[in-house]
């Protein structure tokens, strides 16, 4: 029985997105509705990012407008998950009176108790790091929500500490999944109708490496293309210094495995790679990327670059854009670099004046909307395998993902939501295709 409404707002990346889900079906138990207002909320939670400072920034910002809707009287609850609540912990709830939760990266577990405690007035923070098995163990699933679509997290944290990054400080150690509990979950999922899983973790392709019998993500991969009703798998993030020539033979022999892959560059300057201490060369990351073209010719590549890390000169920035000419990505999400407090690169002298960091990301932006726009007016007239979901963009109109993960819209019935239908490509839009049923 819903007697109350929960109101959420995801910042970040994919893994906050899957634990938003995850809070949704916990606090399903202790009768919150999802609702899209604020205002109306009985509780409201954002999940917060602390990749770059701006994000962070936001979330204050955020806080500051809810306030007001607390203010109006009513009894609600705010709370904040993610990151920004790992890192700031208790502060959290000294700076911000109006606060009542503060929940960690690690404690989700803990939440309908604290929940259950700010109903009576509570206000409590957690936040302990759980660097061990147990983490696992105590690791919720997502009850109850039907989809075509799902992300299934396989491994948890990150090991890496590239000079930039706070994620190893908030998320913590790499942590794989067991296989087995991986697989029950996925032949579950497709028992219940989902077709397509995303296999979910900050760096995936270290998927098993540091447990004793478990498969490594490439064996992962190929056990999950087996299961029966699993028509279509993806996975994100991979980090191409653990990209090995097994994961790329995927590529060409499970036909389940689709054509598009994430697989952030960052920079395409090695004196930049390596003071980002990403382990891997311009030339190496390159090699990769051949192979997998030379494997999977159609295959499409999708990517992240930080302009402006300190010290990165004209002449790094242009083996950036360089790099982009012979990788051709469909897309990019591109950053400014942003200090983080605590990692490595925090402690550089970073002199690069603003506006050039800005005139630079506006070089690569329109760099990167030249190649979008030319790789995907390549595929008008072609013929794309797509996963009906839902309704469209206009009315009359249905609307699925095609191979390479982009949204295609299409004249068509729900009645063929659920199902794979061939669509011919029509038209191309910056992050749409618009098609016709064949
Ligand atoms: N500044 C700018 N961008 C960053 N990213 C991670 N840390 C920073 C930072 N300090 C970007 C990287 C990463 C993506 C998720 O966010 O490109 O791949
Ligand atoms: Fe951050 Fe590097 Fe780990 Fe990615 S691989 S989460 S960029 S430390």
């Known amino acids: 029985m819903f007697d109350k409404l929960l109101y959420i707002e995801t910042f970040g990346c994919q893994m906050n997105v899957n634990d938003s889900e995850r809070i949704v079906s916990m606090l399903a138990e202790l009768g919150y509705a999802p ?7 009985d509780m409201i939670l954002l999940n917060t990012c602390s990749v770059r400072g701006g994000a962070e920034e936001k979330v204050y910002r955020r806080l500051a407008n809810l306030r007001i809707y607390k203010r109006d009287g009513k009894k609600q609850i705010i709370a904040v998950g993610g990151c920004v609540a790992q890192q700031e912990g208790e502060e959290l709830l000294r700076k911000l009176p ?57 491994m948890q944290g990150c090991d890496n500490f590239c000079s930039y990054c706070i994620v190893p400080y908030v998320r913590g150690r790499e942590i794989s999944r067991r296989s087995a509990d991986i697989l029950k979950e996925i032949t579950q999922l497709a028992e219940e109708g989902v077709k397509e899983v995303i296999l979910l973790g900050q760096n995936v392709n270290s998927y098993g490496l540091n447990t004793e019998h478990e498969p490594s993500f490439p064996e992962l991969i190929r056990l999950v293309a087996k299961i029966d009703g699993i028509e279509r798998i993806r996975f994100t993030t991979s980090h191409p210094k653990d990209m090995s020539d097994e994961l790329i033979a995927c590529f060409a022999d499970v036909p389940k495995l689709s054509g598009q892959i994430h697989l952030p560059a960052q920079s395409g300057s090695d004196s930049v790679l390596k003071a980002m201490k990403r382990g891997y060369s311009r030339s190496s990351y390159l090699e990769k990327i051949h ?16 302009v402006g890390f300190p010290g990165e000169s004209d002449e790094d920035f242009e083996q950036t854009l360089s790099l982009m000419e012979e990788v051709r990505y469909i897309d990019i999400f591109s950053f400014v670099y942003s200090p983080r407090p605590g990692t490595k690169a925090a402690e550089l002298s970073d002199d690069l004046p603003k506006a ?20 995907s007016k390549a595929y008008v007239g072609t013929v794309m395998s797509v996963l009906v979901e839902g309704e469209g963009r206009l009315p009359g109109q249905i609307s699925g993902k095609g191979e390479i993960g982009r949204i295609v819209n299409f004249p068509g019935d729900t009645s063929l939501i659920g199902t794979f239908v061939d669509v011919k490509i029509t038209k191309a839009y910056p992050n749409s295709f618009l098609g016709e049923l064949l």
């Open 98 to 154: 109006y606060l009542d939760l503060v929940i960690g990266t690690h404690n989700l577990h803990l939440l309908p108790d604290m929940v259950r405690g700010a109903e009576r007035g509570e206000r409590r923070s957690e936040t302990t790091f759980i660097d061990n098995e147990q983490r696992l163990d105590l690791f919720p699933s997502i009850k109850g929500e039907s989809r075509l679509s799902r992300f299934v997290t396989v």
């Open 356 to 375: 050039v960091k800005m005139a630079r990301l506006d070089r690569l932006m329109e760099l990167q909307r030249h190649h979008t726009r030319d790789i």
């Open 35 to 41: 609702t899209n207002e604020a205002s109306a909320a």
């Open 291 to 306: 192979k997998l073209k030379a494997i999977r010719p159609d295959i499409v590549i999708t990517g992240d670059i930080i």
